[in-house]
């Protein structure tokens, strides 16, 4: 099956990510984020025939797809749970863009979002919640600092082969930030970051700082995946899947088979095939920002410069809106927040946004291509997709 | 054996040994241990003594820990080890100043107690 160009994202929908839930559950942040992608997708509930979620962040996930269906009364003819970590918001695209390949469905909600405090993985209960039992059992006994020490031991390992610096993994924040200050919905929006202040700011997890850290908020997005050709009829130009990759090799980081050779690139590789693509086609990127090593990662795993070429790639390239290679444009999770599995979805977002030249201020000027990546656990699952403009 | 190998795998380590999970099938030995070799999923596995011998893969020294029992502890080395028997396995780097601490670094196993388990944990050791 021809899977390329077969569906398109019609809808989009993200609410401003919040630092608490302001006594709102998943289930409302949900509701509230469907209705607005749907009708920016000119769609009526009823239209909608295919559900897939990412998980909830208080409530039982225990028939997740149904308690969100009930909630929302709608009555799928396909539905779903997508649970890849910090790539589930792309695996339900992805997972969407099959169902409507492939008959099943004519149009697809993508429904993400939570309610995450600051501190929503700090203690032993945070940390042990995310940690399968092999992990309790012969990691936590060792003080691991849950996501921060696992990106922080991929963070050394590439300063060990590569050279990279501290300095260069920090203009990722800095040039991301310049993006944010022209994003309204971003949580960090209010001044500029200079590499010198992601530097002063506490080291965490060394060699990782506080400012190269997402902070966990609440929110919700969501994305409407419909058949290309009822695409046609949507009131904002449709934007097409051209490809799509996934790849995973470990769940946790110490059996991963290497700390800088990541499964990104299969999964990159991948969907750029699909495509018919190459990276240095992309005119933005939108990738995974947990931390900045994520970044600068993902850009040499998925192509964008060489393996171990990463720090000096984005030291001497301008990342934010107006640069070479636009990356991030509404900030990233850096500087927007991560509000939950939701996170994942505002780079899928953005990339629409730009590509349908709906990105105000801070939109790119050549518009035709993007490439996002969604990024679970500690550089574990991966979920890559490659849009394209009308 | 395969019914208690988390208990074989404790009851060395409270004798201050290390022992891995080797299948004879695939010739190698992997980590954590567990019912059916991953390599080729059979359940005929051996336990192996291991060198104690291996190198730090990489490493991030906590400064700020939200584990109680840590919370005194910091600064403190948080380590992935690979051992000479191929396998990688997550621990401590104990008694290594700072300066000297990098990846790739020779390390040997060393034991502490920790809320009542005896640990592997590791230690500096001279190149070879």
Same mark, same amino acid.
């Given at each position: 099956?021809?899977?390329?160009?077969?569906?398109?994202?019609?809808?989009?929908?993200?609410?401003?990510?919040?630092?608490?839930?302001?006594?709102?559950?998943?289930?409302?942040?949900?509701?509230?984020?469907?209705?607005?992608?749907?009708?920016?997708?000119?769609?009526?509930?009823?239209?909608?025939?295919?559900?897939?979620?990412?998980?909830?962040?208080?409530?039982?996930?225990?028939?997740?797809?149904?308690?969100?269906?009930?909630?929302? !009364?709608?009555?799928? $003819?396909? =539905? %779903?749970?997508?649970? #890849?970590?910090?790539? +589930? @918001?792309?695996?339900?695209?992805?997972?969407?863009?099959?169902?409507?390949?492939?008959?099943?469905?004519?149009?697809?909600?993508?429904?993400?979002?939570?309610?995450?405090?600051?501190?929503?993985?700090?203690?032993?209960?945070?940390?042990?919640?995310?940690?399968?039992?092999?992990?309790?059992?012969?990691?936590?006994?060792?003080?691991?600092?849950?996501?921060?020490?696992?990106?922080?031991?991929?963070?050394?390992?590439?300063?060990?082969?590569?050279?990279?610096?501290?300095?260069?993994?920090?203009?990722?924040?800095?040039? !991301?930030?310049?993006? $944010?200050? =022209? %994003?309204?919905?971003? #949580?960090?929006?209010? +001044? @500029?970051?200079?590499?010198?202040?992601?530097?002063?700011?506490?080291?965490?997890?060394?060699?990782?700082?506080?400012?190269?850290?997402?902070?966990?908020?609440?929110?919700?997005?969501?994305?409407?995946?419909?058949?290309?050709?009822?695409?046609?009829?949507?009131?904002?130009?449709?934007?097409?899947?051209?490809?799509?990759?996934?790849?995973?090799?470990?769940?946790?980081?110490?059996?991963?088979?290497?700390?800088?050779?990541?499964?990104?690139?299969?999964?990159?590789?991948?969907?750029?095939?699909?495509?018919?693509?190459?990276?240095?086609?992309?005119?933005?990127?939108?990738?995974?920002?947990?931390?900045?090593?994520?970044?600068?990662?993902?850009?040499?795993?998925?192509?964008?410069?060489?393996?171990?070429?990463?720090?000096?790639?984005?030291?001497?390239?301008?990342?934010?809106?107006?640069?070479?290679?636009?990356?991030?444009?509404?900030?990233?999770?850096?500087?927007?927040?991560?509000?939950?599995?939701?996170?994942?979805?505002?780079?899928?977002?953005?990339?629409?946004?730009?590509?349908?030249?709906?990105?105000?201020?801070?939109?790119?000027?050549?518009?035709?291509?993007?490439?996002?990546?969604?990024?679970?656990?500690?550089?574990?699952?991966?979920?890559?997709?490659?849009?394209?403009?009308? | 054996?395969?019914?208690?190998?988390?208990?074989?795998?404790?009851?060395?380590?409270?004798?201050?040994?290390?022992?891995?999970?080797?299948?004879?099938?695939?010739?190698?030995?992997?980590?954590?241990?567990?019912?059916?070799?991953?390599?080729?999923?059979?359940?005929?596995?051996?336990?192996?003594?291991?060198?104690?011998?291996?190198?730090?893969?990489?490493?991030?020294?906590?400064?700020?820990?939200?584990?109680?029992?840590?919370?005194?502890?910091?600064?403190?080395?948080?380590?992935?080890?690979?051992?000479?028997?191929?396998?990688?396995?997550?621990?401590?780097?104990?008694?290594?100043?700072?300066?000297?601490?990098?990846?790739?670094?020779?390390?040997?196993?060393?034991?502490?107690?920790?809320?009542?388990?005896?640990?592997?944990?590791?230690?500096?050791?001279?190149?070879?």
């Amino acid at each position: 099956m021809q899977l390329s160009r077969k569906a398109s994202i019609t809808g989009i929908s993200e609410l401003p990510p919040q630092k608490d839930g302001r006594g709102l559950r998943t289930l409302d942040l949900l509701a509230q984020a469907a209705r607005l992608a749907i009708e920016d997708a000119g769609l009526l509930k009823s239209d909608i025939d295919g559900l897939l979620v990412t998980p909830p962040s208080e409530d039982t996930a225990f028939m997740w797809p149904a308690q969100v269906a009930e909630y929302l !009364q709608i009555f799928p $003819a396909s =539905l %779903n749970m997508v649970e #890849l970590g910090g790539a +589930s @918001a792309a695996g339900c695209v992805n997972r969407a863009a099959l169902l409507v390949a492939a008959g099943i469905c004519r149009h697809c909600l993508c429904l993400s979002g939570g309610v995450w405090g600051t501190r929503v993985f700090n203690d032993r209960e945070g940390k042990s919640a995310v940690m399968s039992g092999a992990e309790l059992e012969y990691e936590l006994p060792y003080g691991p600092m849950g996501f921060n020490s696992g990106y922080a031991l991929a963070a050394r390992r590439h300063m060990h082969e590569y050279g990279t610096t501290p300095e260069q993994l920090a203009k990722i924040a800095v040039d !991301q930030r310049r993006s $944010a200050l =022209l %994003n309204p919905l971003a #949580l960090f929006n209010q +001044s @500029a970051l200079t590499v010198e202040e992601v530097l002063a700011s506490p080291l965490i997890v060394d060699p990782i700082h506080l400012l190269e850290i997402v902070r966990p908020c609440s929110g919700a997005a969501a994305v409407v995946v419909s058949r290309a050709e009822t695409a046609l009829d949507a009131p904002c130009p449709p934007v097409a899947i051209l490809g799509m990759g996934e790849a995973c090799t470990h769940d946790s980081i110490v059996y991963a088979p290497s700390l800088t050779a990541t499964p990104i690139a299969l999964s990159a590789k991948r969907a750029f095939a699909m495509a018919g693509v190459k990276p240095g086609d992309m005119d933005l990127v939108s990738l995974y920002d947990c931390y900045t090593i994520t970044v600068l990662l993902t850009l040499e795993e998925a192509g964008f410069c060489p393996r171990g070429e990463g720090g000096r790639f984005v030291a001497s390239t301008d990342l934010s809106f107006q640069g070479a290679l636009p990356c991030n444009t509404h900030g990233g999770q850096l500087s927007c927040g991560q509000p939950s599995y939701a996170g994942g979805m505002s780079h899928v977002i953005e990339a629409v946004r730009q590509l349908r030249g709906q990105a105000g201020k801070r939109q790119v000027e050549r518009r035709r291509l993007a490439f996002v990546n969604g990024n679970g656990g500690v550089l574990s699952t991966q979920s890559s997709l490659v849009l394209g403009g009308d | 054996m395969p019914e208690s190998f988390i208990d074989f795998f404790k009851e060395k380590c409270k004798h201050g040994e290390l022992w891995l999970p080797y299948c004879p099938h695939c010739q190698k030995a992997f980590f954590y241990p567990r019912r059916q070799c991953p390599f080729c999923l059979a359940e005929g596995w051996q336990w192996k003594p291991a060198s104690g011998r291996g190198r730090v893969y990489s490493y991030t020294i906590v400064r700020v820990s939200a584990l109680d029992e840590f919370r005194g502890a910091t600064p403190y080395v948080y380590a992935l080890i690979d051992l000479e028997e191929g396998v990688r396995l997550a621990s401590n780097v104990v008694d290594c100043p700072e300066e000297i601490l990098r990846p790739d670094m020779p390390v040997k196993l060393a034991w502490v107690t920790r809320e009542g388990r005896q640990l592997p944990v590791f230690v500096p050791r001279d190149g070879d």
